[in-house]
């Protein structure tokens, strides 16, 4: 069992506690095996972790709504609860985030990955935390392309924990370059989509994109950058407290991350869980939380999502 503190964040908490619509009466409903107190400016949730991250995505949610629309009833919140936030909204074909390779249009398909978009225009630092395939890195890298083209910030630096628990990347073959490519693969594909290859390569070498191992961010003071923590499940204590504290002057930072899929030893704990925890009510500082909902990869993928959960639960 765990306890998380959930705060009521751009809107007045008494929008929220609405006896009208009465929210709590139906997340009771929709979750019978958490418990829920109210309590000033936030909610207490007790229960199990996969279960408070589900609800905080449907929290999300619906204080997305109550912002966008007045008039939100107890009908529209049933949807929400039920999944099916992305229905009420009013463009059903995503956000354009930027023009990308041969004017591919590069879009927030979904409620929460524009949720993601909207988080960066009021705050510095924002973590994405949900399932894989959820388009979390994906659209980070997109805003973090954007806000470069836009001369925001003037580099994006892109880092990972370069292996499992670790960053011993010694026994690997080649140079620092070889030895990290296929870690950091899927950073590369997306940039490909949003830089042209030739234009890319030119960046890189400039140094005005930066593709390392969390180890080189340590001692470092990250200024004029869009900074990018990807797999941030796999990060100790240590490791996330010293990269969140190299955030300099006009920097933006984004942290991703699936606390379903920890691959630090028992023992450690995971610093983004960590982080979701402590980081909850500090200004300048957003969470934003996926579900299988966002996943746009292929259709089976939902489905494996699913599969796994029913057993994990079963086990």
Same mark, same amino acid.
């Given at each position: 069992?765990?306890?998380?503190?959930?705060?009521?964040?751009?809107?007045?908490?008494?929008?929220?506690?609405?006896?009208?619509?009465?929210?709590?009466?139906?997340?009771?409903?929709?979750?019978?095996?958490?418990?829920?107190?109210?309590?000033?400016?936030?909610?207490?949730?007790? !229960?199990?972790?996969?279960?408070?991250?589900?609800?905080?995505?449907?929290?999300?949610?619906?204080?997305?709504?109550?912002?966008?629309?007045?008039?939100?009833? =107890?009908?529209?919140?049933?949807?929400?609860?039920?999944?099916?936030?992305?229905?009420?909204?009013?463009? =059903?074909?995503?956000?354009?985030?930027?023009?990308?390779?041969?004017?591919?249009?590069?879009?927030?398909?979904?409620?929460?990955?524009?949720?993601?978009? =909207?988080?960066?225009? /009021?705050?510095?630092?924002?973590?994405?935390?949900?399932?894989?395939?959820? !388009?979390?890195?994906?659209?980070?890298?997109?805003?973090?392309?954007?806000?470069?083209?836009?001369?925001?910030?003037?580099?994006?630096?892109?880092?990972?924990?370069?292996?499992?628990?670790?960053?011993?990347? $010694?026994?690997?073959? !080649?140079?620092?370059?070889?030895?990290?490519?296929?870690?950091?693969?899927?950073?590369?594909?997306?940039?490909?989509?949003?830089?042209?290859?030739?234009?890319? =390569?030119?960046?890189?070498?400039?140094?005005?994109?930066?593709?390392?191992?969390?180890?080189?961010?340590? $001692? /470092?003071?990250?200024?004029?950058?869009?900074?990018?923590?990807?797999?941030?499940?796999?990060?100790?204590?240590?490791?996330?407290?010293?990269?969140?504290?190299?955030? $300099?002057?006009?920097?933006?930072?984004?942290?991703? $991350?699936?606390?379903?899929?920890?691959?630090?030893?028992?023992?450690?704990?995971?610093?983004?869980?960590?982080?979701?925890?402590?980081?909850?009510?500090?200004?300048?500082?957003?969470?934003?939380?996926?579900?299988?909902?966002?996943?746009?990869?292929?259709?089976?993928?939902?489905?494996?999502?699913?599969?796994?959960?029913?057993?994990?639960?079963?086990?």
């Amino acid at each position: 069992m765990e306890k998380f503190e959930y705060y009521i964040k751009e809107i007045h908490p008494s929008d929220f506690f609405n006896s009208e619509i009465d929210i709590i009466k139906n997340l009771k409903k929709k979750f019978k095996g958490l418990k829920f107190i109210s309590k000033g400016d936030k909610l207490i949730i007790e !229960g199990q972790s996969d279960e408070i991250i589900k609800v905080c995505v449907i929290l999300d949610n619906l204080i997305y709504f109550i912002k966008k629309d007045e008039n939100i009833n =107890e009908s529209n919140i049933i949807e929400i609860l039920n999944g099916n936030g992305d229905k009420l909204l009013q463009s =059903e074909n995503g956000r354009v985030i930027l023009y990308g390779v041969n004017k591919k249009k590069i879009k927030a398909h979904t409620l929460n990955q524009i949720k993601l978009v =909207e988080s960066f225009e /009021r705050n510095d630092m924002v973590f994405a935390i949900g399932p894989a395939g959820t !388009g979390k890195t994906y659209t980070g890298i997109a805003i973090a392309v954007k806000a470069l083209k836009s001369k925001i910030v003037k580099r994006i630096i892109l880092t990972r924990p370069a292996v499992e628990a670790g960053e011993n990347l $010694g026994f690997l073959p !080649g140079d620092l370059k070889d030895k990290l490519d296929p870690y950091m693969q899927p950073l590369y594909d997306a940039l490909k989509e949003m830089i042209p290859v030739e234009k890319l =390569e030119d960046y890189i070498k400039r140094g005005i994109i930066e593709i390392a191992p969390l180890a080189y961010m340590r $001692g /470092r003071t990250l200024d004029n950058a869009f900074v990018i923590l990807d797999e941030g499940q796999n990060t100790t204590h240590n490791q996330m407290k010293m990269f969140l504290t190299r955030m $300099g002057k006009s920097a933006k930072f984004m942290i991703t $991350g699936d606390p379903g899929q920890i691959d630090l030893p028992r023992s450690a704990i995971s610093g983004l869980k960590e982080a979701n925890i402590i980081l909850q009510n500090i200004e300048g500082i957003d969470i934003v939380y996926l579900d299988d909902k966002d996943v746009i990869r292929h259709k089976v993928v939902k489905k494996i999502i699913e599969a796994y959960k029913k057993t994990e639960h079963a086990n």
